[in-house]
C-alpha cells in the first residue's frame, strides 16, 4: 500500500510557516508558534527543504523498524498479521505522503504510550505528543478516558487520566508564555475556516471513512466479535471512527486530523483485539481467507488521500517539483 500511495513529502510551505513561527518568537506568527518540537528541530536543522526530509524519513523508517520489532516480540503468533495491520494502518500512511509533517512525533509518542511497558517511555511518549500539538493531545486524551467509559478498563483510563495530566498543563504553558496574535491561533483558524471546511467534506465524504477507518475494520473483521460484546463494539466504533471523522468533516485539514487524533484509541483497540486473540490460543491460519480478501479490497480502493481544502496530495510531487 505504501508503494501504491507512494512517498510524498510535506510541501516546502509547511516547512516555511515553521520558519516564520520560530524567527517571530516569543510572539505568535502562525499556528506553529505554539508547537515546541518542530521549533526546537527547526533550530538545529534550519530552513533546508532537503534536510528537513531527509531527517524526518531517516526518523520514521527508525521508527517503523522498532515499532513492528516491538510488535513482533509482544504478539509472536501473529507476526504476519501484525506487518500486515501496522504497514496498512491509515496513521503509517498517512505518515509516508506527510514526510517531514509533525505528525510523526504526535504518533510516534502516542505509540510509546500505549505499548511501552516502561512508565518513564510512556511518560516520554506524552510529553513527545503534547509537546508537539498541546490541544490535539488534549483532544487525544479525551477520547481515550470515552475509550476507557466504553470498554470499561482501568489500565485504558490510567493512559487517559496521564495523557491529560501532561498535555493540558503543557498546553496552558504554551499559551501563557506565547503572545496570541488574532487568526494565527489554531482555534481561531478553524472557525474562520469551518464554511469552506464543510463544503468541501461534502465531495470527499465517502472517501473519509476509507481513509481514516483503516485497517481498524480490518482487525474488527477478524477479532472483533470474539474480544467485544456487540454493544462495545458499535460504541468503540463510534470512539475510534465515527468522532474523529466529524473532526475531519468540519476541519480543513481533512483526513490527516481525524487520523492524528485517534491514532492512540486505534492503537489500544489494536492491543485488545490481538491481546485476546493470543490469550485465547486461536490459530492465525484460519484468518488467512479473511486477510486475502481484505487485500484485495485494499488494492482495488483507489489511492487517494485529501488533504487541506479537498486537495488531492499526488505521490513524489515534492521530490520532483524540488529537482525541476
Known sequence: MGIKIGIHPIGTGWIDIVKVAYENLPNQANYMSTSPVPLILYSFLGGSYAIWWGFHLLLFLAWSLFAISFLFRKFPDFKLLTAFIFFGSPFWLSLLVFIGHYDLFTISGASFAVFARNRYLKIFGIILAASTNPEQA??????????????????????????LAISAPIYLLVRIGIQPVGNAQRISMITTELPDSISTSFGVWTILPLVIAGSISIMWFIFGHDALSRKRLFAT?????VIPAIFAFFISDKTRVGIA???????ITWKIFLEHAQSKGMNPTIYRERIGLTVMLLVLTPSLYIDRLAEFRLPYKEFIDLFM
Open 138 to 163: 488534549v483532544v487525544t486524551s479525551m477520547l481515550i478516558l470515552l475509550l476507557s467509559a466504553v470498554l470499561g478498563r482501568k489500565d485504558v483510563r490510567k493512559l487517559g487520566l496521564s495523557y
Open 237 to 241: 466504533a463510534c470512539v475510534v471512527f
Open 261 to 267: 487524533i485517534s491514532a492512540a484509541v486505534l492503537m
